[in-house]
């Protein structure tokens, strides 16, 4: 009793005060009474579960703080566009943050080890995947990472395949480095989407090097399955592909679905992949710019740090700090903030169906992302501009997903209810005022 007595207070004090003084100090006084760190630390994080509550409905003034989310548009407009959320981050983050300021020494830095023992705990622990410190190269973000594999596994005049629609990196980089791009386009079967795997196959060529997979997908929300995506990488170890997976937004799934790492389905597929991850959309922290990358083989690390030489950084130091605290200390935050994001789904869905019929929403499985489909609306092509100057509402224009994206525009629900309500609310008047 009195152990967790003090072990509260020190914790209230904040997490990294307990950790580096609460341990040293309570072992010098109590010696092998005390229990060993890691129960410490499970003591802890039950006492900080236990006294946050985190307040997503609290809305936050963004717009004069150089946000790329909210700068664009005029004053009067919602930004529900560039996936980013409008919450505070966890914290844990912000006290770490705090802390390591007030260093006030900010030199050249590496990743610390720390971190990397963090990422093999919590691929061991969601996924049963075993990876090494080695198989680690950090980022900036998943975006540099994409443009490294295109470097670094294609060259000038090779194809890259990718699965419009889809987030428009994927399509337009491999193209701005002098790559061909092939494109067979996920197949819509009512409110969902399927791969033609037909398709699929019949768009690679001997010239086809590399597929940069999408899972969780952005935009159409969808969680593969084991089957389908087992079904992927037969093809590609088939034709000897390798495989690009963006699985940026793996934490913001709900229930009942679940990420499955593709890498993760044999050892074969494993030496064929390049897994892209990282904590900026799952804790929002994507100004801090960390990222890494999960390489098993080591011909394809080779590859990777040979046409990433000179051109990658040492590392944010604030990036790791963040990322660290988030992977330690934020899955309470976390659990919240997909429980939040969940009653944003559902409440979009319901307002869609109820007031705007006529647009149609895809299934959500993953992400803050809603792929709306505007076509019965008959607002011509791009439904982003009438929304946008109708209802100062600013979503992201379908198109630029490339095929299929026509008459679709991407909503962000990573906001707080109320500003959400607003702009449907916004929506539904435009479309009845004309």
């Given at each position: 009793m009195g152990a967790r007595f003090f072990?509260?207070?020190?914790?209230?004090?904040?997490?990294?005060?307990?950790?580096?003084?609460?341990v040293h100090i309570f072992h010098s006084v109590i010696g092998?009474?005390?229990?060993?760190?890691?129960?410490?630390?499970?003591?802890?994080?039950?006492?900080?579960?236990?006294?946050?509550?985190y307040d997503f409905d609290q809305t936050v003034e963004r717009r004069y703080t150089d946000s790329i989310k909210w700068a664009l548009y005029p004053p009067d407009v919602i930004p529900l566009w560039v996936a980013d959320m409008d919450f505070?981050?966890?914290?844990?983050?912000?006290?770490?943050?705090?802390?390591?300021?007030?260093?006030?020494?900010?030199?050249?830095?590496?990743?610390?080890?720390?971190?990397?023992?963090a990422l093999q705990s919590r691929m061991q622990q969601l996924y049963g995947w075993e990876i090494s410190g080695r198989?680690?190269?950090?980022?900036?973000?998943?975006?540099?990472?994409?443009?490294?594999?295109?470097?670094?596994?294609?060259?000038?005049?090779?194809s890259v395949l990718a699965q419009p629609p889809v987030y428009f990196h994927f399509l337009r980089d491999p193209v701005h480095h002098g790559r061909l791009l092939q494109d067979p386009p996920l197949v819509r079967n009512g409110d969902t989407y399927e791969i033609d795997f037909d398709l699929f196959e019949r768009a690679i060529t001997d010239n086809t090097k590399l597929f940069i997979l999408c899972n969780p997908h952005n935009p159409v929300g969808r969680v593969y399955t084991r089957a389908e995506l087992e079904t992927l990488a037969d093809i590609c170890l088939r034709h000897s592909l390798i495989i690009c997976s963006d699985e940026i937004h793996c934490d913001l799934v709900f229930p009942p679905y679940k990420h499955i790492p593709i890498a993760t389905l044999s050892p074969e597929v494993e030496a064929q992949t390049v897994t892209l991850m990282a904590p900026s959309k799952t804790y929002n922290i994507a100004g801090l710019e960390c990222g890494y990358a999960l390489i098993k083989n080591q011909k394809l690390r080779n590859r990777w740090k040979e046409y990433s030489y000179g051109i990658i950084p040492h590392g944010n130091i604030m990036g790791f700090v963040a990322a660290l605290a988030a992977l330690q200390d934020g899955q309470?935050?976390?659990?919240?903030?997909?429980?939040?994001?969940?009653?944003?789904?559902?409440?979009?869905?319901?307002?869609?169906?109820?007031?705007?019929?006529?647009?149609?929403?895809?299934?959500?499985?993953?992400?803050?992302?809603?792929?709306?489909?505007?076509?019965?609306?008959?607002?011509?092509?791009n439904p982003s501009r009438f929304f946008l100057d109708k209802a100062c509402v600013a979503m992201s224009d379908g198109e630029e997903f490339g095929k299929g994206g026509k008459n679709f525009v991407r909503l962000n629900f990573a906001c707080p209810k109320i500003r959400l309500n607003e702009a449907l609310d916004r929506m539904k008047n435009a479309l009845k005022n004309g």
């Open positions: 072990i509260r207070i020190f914790h209230l004090m904040g997490v990294h005060i307990f950790q580096l003084m609460g092998d009474c005390w229990p060993p760190l890691h129960a410490l630390q499970g003591m802890a994080c039950d006492l900080y579960a236990g006294c946050v509550k505070v981050s966890a914290d844990p983050i912000i006290q770490a943050l705090n802390n390591r300021a007030k260093h006030r020494v900010f030199g050249y830095n590496r990743p610390p080890q720390a971190l990397a023992l198989d680690l190269e950090f980022l900036p973000g998943i975006v540099t990472g994409i443009n490294i594999a295109i470097q670094a596994y294609t060259s000038p005049g090779e309470e935050w976390l659990d919240q903030v997909v429980e939040y994001l969940l009653g944003n789904r559902d409440f979009l869905l319901k307002y869609l169906s109820e007031n705007i019929p006529l647009i149609r929403a895809c299934e959500i499985e993953a992400t803050y992302l809603a792929w709306l489909d505007c076509t019965d609306l008959g607002l011509g092509e």
